[in-house]
């Protein structure tokens, strides 16, 4: 038997096909973690919620629970972050945020932390998507620390082993990244070569913390060069 209904907002990180009309999405909330939602009929012409089908977007949920389930009543877009579709790196680091989220928050304690920072980056890739790097590399690092997987660059630099490079200024910014609070961190004022380092560091990081291979999401696209 259905429960009452449960309001939530969340940020779709993942939306996927299941039956001809239906989606299964997953959604980052403050205090469930990610929790997947079963949403029946979103794919026909006529229904209002077809913003399901939309990841990335922070929305507002009313969901009933059935058998272990959540099954979505209604729902509305509280920020689309549509300026995240607007070129394919903002679009593919996008991706590598929710991908990150996916495989480290589950019902984690830090879901509410993660949750924070998911909006704050998503928000400023989808009003500033050309900083799609300078957005990564912020939210590489800061997801280590609240996961508790890294804490002052002194402690952390060697073990990504001696073919990373990281100088002491970059040992600065990852230490103000990881100390300040969220709402801080994405005012930080960074030069291509902090970009630089900080890109190698924290994609190598990430490789031996999460025990995986963890691509570049740029280099992943594989776009031409274009030179000037």
């Known amino acids: 038997m259905p429960s009452n209904p449960i309001s939530f907002k969340g940020i779709i990180l993942k939306s996927s096909e299941y039956k001809e009309k239906d989606r ?54 509280i920020s689309g972050n549509s300026g995240i579709m607007s070129c394919l790196e903002s679009m593919s680091v996008a991706g590598h945020i929710a991908m990150c989220l996916l495989e480290t928050v589950m019902q984690s304690d830090n879901s ?13 890739l989808g009003i500033k998507p050309d900083e799609y790097i300078y957005v990564m590399c912020i939210f590489n690092w800061k997801l280590m620390w609240i996961l508790g997987l890294a804490s002052f660059s002194v402690d952390c630099v060697n073990s990504v082993g001696p073919k990373i490079k990281v100088c002491p200024r970059t040992c600065e910014i990852l230490d103000y990244i990881g100390s300040n609070p969220i709402k801080n961190v994405f005012t ?13 560091f924290t994609l190598e990081y990430l490789r031996v913390q999460l025990e995986r291979e ?4 740029i280099l992943k696209l594989d776009l031409p060069i274009i030179r000037e």
């Open 188 to 200: 930080i004022k960074l030069e291509e070569s902090d970009l630089f380092e900080l890109r190698s």
């Open 112 to 124: 509410s932390e993660c949750y924070e920072l998911a909006i704050y980056a998503l928000y400023l």
């Open 214 to 217: 963890v691509q570049d999401p």
């Open 24 to 77: 299964i999405i997953s959604v980052l909330t403050r205090d469930l973690g990610i929790v997947n939602i079963c949403c029946k009929g979103v794919a026909g012409k006529s229904t209002k919620l077809s913003f399901v089908s939309v990841p990335y977007s922070y929305c507002d949920f009313v969901v009933s629970e059935s058998h272990g389930f959540f099954y979505l009543k209604e729902g509305n877009v």
